[in-house]
């Protein structure tokens, strides 16, 4: 399952490809939402670690225009619960993830993205 | 006492071209892995740790036993693989005990290290560390098969000298991270190029006799402080 908080933290690899290469662009997605046990904590504590811009941008992707683009200095509970949506419960099932550089693409497969690279793309 | 995830939805066949953890006797090193992290459980649950990376995950069963100690909800359990197969069992076993893991098919932490940077709070890897020729564990990382979770190649250390030089760069400030290693893969050479390029201290967490070898489980911190 590739969910925004996973997709937040994937870069293209290719060898060469160092700037530009993040966020990884969605393409042809299929989207499955499920339930998963909210944990303010988490969201709060993780937000540090992940890039705003890039999880507003790739929730448009997915079809979720909830978040701000700017990140709010205070976060409330119905924007901690928002988040938790778009983080946790939105799951990329099928579809691509293409880098904004190279344009090399990222199948993802039952919700598995295959990040393997031929060797003459390994750095 | 934690219990052992549940395998059973597992097939044969996916023991076969996955790892069965059970199945390598006598290399017991999942178990020992698990038992290892078991000792460790309570510092484990007081750190707040926020983001989980297994390299190699197989089975799934080390991320799942982790993500019952610290909670389903409580981290981000992300697991690597270069094996399409042993990512979807990596997903059903999540599944199956209600622990959400991340599989991503992918060489070590590719991907993931340039965002990764000084997030990784703990790290798990059981590495393929039977010594081989280097022909031999170079072709079965190439075809990403079964031989790729054991097949080594000089001292065993091929696959995991090339990710120890990544470590450093993956661990939070109070990061930790889990490796599994033979005698045969000289321990305190690893541990010295640890402290030296890294300024990681370690410790043999827990050891083991499997047949002819020794099995331990290494942790690896930034300071003494942390353990």
């Known amino acids: 399952m590739v969910r925004l908080i996973t997709h937040n933290l994937l870069a293209c690899h290719v060898k060469g490809c160092t700037s530009n290469n993040f966020p990884l662009i969605f393409q042809d997605v299929q989207i499955e939402l499920q339930e998963a046990e909210f944990n303010p904590d988490f969201v709060t504590h993780i937000l540090p670690r992940l890039e705003w811009g890039a999880l507003v941008d790739a929730a448009k992707q997915v079809g979720d225009t909830s978040l701000p683009p700017e990140r709010p200095e205070m976060m409330d509970d119905d924007l901690l619960r928002q988040l938790h949506h778009v983080l946790m419960e939105i799951h990329v099932v099928e579809g691509a993830m293409i880098c904004p550089n190279c344009k090399h693409s990222y199948p993802i497969s039952n919700g598995i993205p295959n990040m393997l690279l031929a060797e003459h793309e390994i750095g | ?227």
């Open chain 2, 1 to 227: 006492m934690i219990p052992t995830p549940d395998l059973s939805h597992l097939s044969d066949d996916d023991k076969l071209h996955v790892y069965d953890p059970a199945g390598k006797l006598p290399y017991c090193d999942t178990f020992l892995l698990l038992d290892g992290l078991e000792k460790d459980a309570e510092q484990l649950k007081k750190q707040n740790l926020l983001i989980c990376l297994e390299i190699g995950s197989g089975s799934g069963c080390v991320s799942a036993f982790l993500g019952s100690i610290l909670g389903s909800a409580n981290a981000l359990y992300l697991c690597t693989d270069i094996n399409t197969r042993a990512s979807i069992c990596t997903a059903a076993t999540g599944k199956q005990n209600k622990i959400p893991l991340n599989p991503i098919t992918c060489d070590l932490s590719g991907p993931l290290s340039s965002r990764l940077r000084h997030s990784v709070d703990i790290i798990l890897f059981n590495p393929p560390y039977v010594p081989t020729d280097h022909d031999e564990a170079s072709y079965a990382q190439d075809i990403a098969g079964i031989a790729g979770s054991w097949a080594g190649g000089a001292d065993g250390m091929e696959v995991t000298n090339r990710f120890l030089d990544n470590v450093g760069n993956l661990l939070s400030d109070h990061g930790r991270f889990y490796l599994v290693a033979l005698a045969q893969n000289n321990i305190p050479q690893i541990r010295q190029k640890m402290q030296s390029s890294f300024n990681l201290n370690s410790e043999v967490v827990i050891q083991r006799r499997a047949g002819r070898e020794t099995l331990h489980i290494l942790r690896f911190c930034r300071s003494v402080g942390n353990v």
